[in-house]
C-alpha cells in the first residue's frame, strides 16, 4: 500500500506535510479492527448483521486509539471517516461529498484497491484491471471522482501495482 501510496501523493502534488499524514494514515487506518474478535475479521462467510455492526465500529474505535497519543491524534478524524461514501451512504457518520477530510477520501481509494488486488478470506483477488474498474464503476458513488481519475490515470501507466 505504501508504494501505491507514494504514487498517487506525488501525482497529486501533496506537500510533505499532507504526504507524511497519509503514509501514517495507511500505516493505522485499521487500527480499530483490533478491537474486533478475530474470528470476524478472518470469517469466510457473509456476516450476520450483529458481525457487520462490528465491523462498521472499527474506524470510530480507531479514531479512538490514535486520539489518546500525542503523536497521532491529528490522524484521528481521518481513520474515522476512512469507510465515508462520495454518496453519503457510508458509515460512520453518512458524510457526503467534500465533507469527507481530503485524506480520508484518498485512503478509501487505496484501501479499496488494496483489498481488491489481495482478496479476502470470502473473495477472490480481482486482476489491477478488474480492480480499476470496478473502482472506476464506483466513483461518484463511492468514490471522488475527481481522486478516482487521477488514481486511475496514474495505476494503469504502472505495472507492478
Known amino acids: 500500500m505504501q508504494k501505491i501510496t507514494d504514487k498517487f501523493a506525488d501525482h497529486l502534488n501533496l506537500c510533505k506535510e499532507l504526504k507524511g499524514e497519509l503514509k501514517m494514515l495507511v500505516d493505522l487506518h485499521d487500527i480499530g479492527e483490533i478491537t474486533i474478535p478475530k474470528k470476524i475479521i478472518i470469517k469466510k462467510d457473509k456476516l450476520n448483521n450483529d458481525e457487520w455492526e462490528l465491523i462498521k465500529k472499527h474506524p470510530e474505535k480507531g479514531a479512538a486509539i490514535v486520539n489518546s497519543t500525542d503523536s497521532y491524534s491529528h490522524l484521528s478524524k481521518y481513520i474515522k471517516h476512512h469507510h465515508e461514501w462520495w ?55 463511492q468514490f471522488d471522482p475527481e481522486l478516482t481519475e487521477e488514481f486511475i490515470k496514474i495505476m494503469e501507466n504502472e505495472e507492478l501495482l
Open 87 to 141: 454518496d453519503g451512504s457510508g458509515y460512520p457518520e453518512g458524510l457526503k461529498g467534500k465533507k469527507i477530510p481530503f485524506l480520508s477520501r484518498i485512503m478509501l481509494i487505496i484501501d479499496a484497491y488494496d483489498v481488491m488486488r489481495s482478496g479476502r478470506p470470502y473473495q477472490k483477488a480481482l486482476t489491477k484491471n478488474e480492480a480499476l474498474r470496478e473502482i472506476e464503476n464506483n466513483s461518484a458513488r
